[in-house]
């Protein structure tokens, strides 16, 4: 039930932050990254990892897309 709500707040959105999930879905990241792991297995939502350097946390942000893929992560 709430892995479909959560793919589609994120088809919706088109992008959204992990913050952004975490405050809407009033989760934390030990709850919700089981979740987006069932997701991106299924291959319609990406993760994409902005690293900002060393001293500041990395940004997390899922997308949405309408033909099946192979389930990546992006570091940039």
């Known amino acids: 039930m709430i892995l479909s709500t959560i793919a589609e707040y994120v088809k919706n959105a088109g992008r959204v932050e992990e913050k952004q999930l975490l405050k809407h879905f009033h989760l ?6 089981p979740m987006m792991a069932v997701l991106l297995k299924r291959g319609k939502i990406q993760k994409t990892i902005n690293q900002r350097g060393e001293k500041l946390p990395p ?3 899922y997308s ?3 033909k099946q893929q192979i389930p990546m992560l992006t570091v940039v």
Do not use: F
């Open 28 to 33: 934390r990241v030990e709850g919700l990254s």
């Open 59 to 61: 940004e997390i942000y």
């Open 64 to 66: 949405w897309s309408e």
